[in-house]
């Protein structure tokens, strides 16, 4: 029987080809490797933090704009903060479901230490209900029905060191839900000097944000699209609460990107995409890269098709156009869009095939050839 020491090393460097696009679940392909004592027989006991006693041995839950009210013996929205007697306890608080290594390309996060990996944990649950999810195993699912393993922050931080990690990446699922465990780990990989970066919603409260800005190093927030009714229909979620995080981490000053899924007749109209990069321009500024990606039929959206090419690049063009001087193609390896560009003189800066990166060129964080400076994180 493999010790669990082994165990991690395998699902750490076993990356293949089939799993790059998504989450690597534990109760998946790497289930093997869970016999014996990898697999955690427990859910946490860990007391969650940002809830409010209230009378009936009721809780209310101050993490995210839900702001759920839960009964005793039952749980919040998304499945992992549960109500025991009156105390709130965060259920998969060190209890990984997923762990990786991953470009950091991948997450996408174009403008944070390219060509380096992002040691990639995740936990069950969401705050959201996307019928889109590539990994709805993982987001969508009550913790004690997928396999997880018993992983401590000091544990992650400590693995994400071990396998040359330059940062730990909260991802696939939603890290927001699993705030405590991100929190604790963040820290522990801070004291190791190794970064951390959120992949997330961005469907937070402002008081939980502002205690992560203190930990985390890069953010990526899928910004789902620019209308009410996308985000309510196909989302599950709220448009508004989203624009007053990515507002706060501009205020924050840490630095982040935004993906966009582009879904065929859904949210991908010129129109649409023509007032969101407006908005992100007019409130985060024109350096915020924006990395339009392409959809492929999954989960609950079968009946649509991948989204065009042709589609990804009016995105692009239409971003640019409105003054947004980073934005990129994803899922489309080899497009020339997924590369990055000096805003002032258009060198090619950074030249990318999918996660792979041919060159990259930037010096000390400026363009070589005109001394424009390329916001980011560069070392
Ligand atoms: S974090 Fe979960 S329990 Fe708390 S308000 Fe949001 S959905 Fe509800």
Known sequence: MESRREFLGKVVKGAC??????????????????????????????????????ANNRV????????????????????????????????????????????????????????????SIATAGCNFGCEFCQNWEISQAQPEDISNVDMPPAEVARLAKENGARSIAYTYSEPLIFFEYMLDAARAAKERGIGS??????????????ELCGALSAVKIDFKGFTDKYYEDVCHGQLRPVQDTLVLL??????????????????????????????????????????????????????????PIRTLEMARNTAMEEGINFAYVGNLAGHEGESTYCPSCKTMLI?????????????????????????????
């Open 250 to 307: 501009k205020e924050a000053g840490i630095w982040f990107e935004m993906v966009v899924l582009l879904i065929p007749t859904l949210n991908d109209s010129q129109g649409e995409i023509r007032e969101m990069s407006g908005w992100v321009k007019a409130n985060l500024g024109p350096d915020v890269p924006i990395h339009f990606t392409r959809f492929y039929p999954t989960y609950k959206m079968l009946n649509l098709p991948p989204t």
């Open 197 to 210: 970066v959120m992949i997330s919603n961005g469907y937070v409260r402002k008081e939980p944000m502002k």
């Open 17 to 54: 080809l089939a799993c790059m696009a998504s989450a690597l679940p534990l109760g998946g392909k790497a289930f093997s490797y869970l016999q014996g004592s990898a697999r955690a027989a427990t859910l946490s006991d860990h007391e969650a933090m940002y809830y409010a006693k209230a």
């Open 60 to 119: 209310d839950c101050k993490l995210c704009p839900w702001q759920c009210r839960v009964v005793d013996g039952t749980r919040g929205r998304c499945n992992v903060r549960e109500n025991r007697g009156g105390t709130y306890y965060a259920l998969t608080y060190g209890k990984a479901c997923t762990v990786h290594t991953d470009p950091i390309e991948k997450k996408p996060l174009f403008h944070y230490l390219p060509g380096t990996n992002a040691f």
């Open 351 to 379: 030249k990318r095939i999918g996660y792979y990166i041919e060159f990259n060129k930037i010096k000390d964080g400026s363009c070589p050839s005109c001394s424009c400076r390329i916001p980011g994180v560069w070392s």
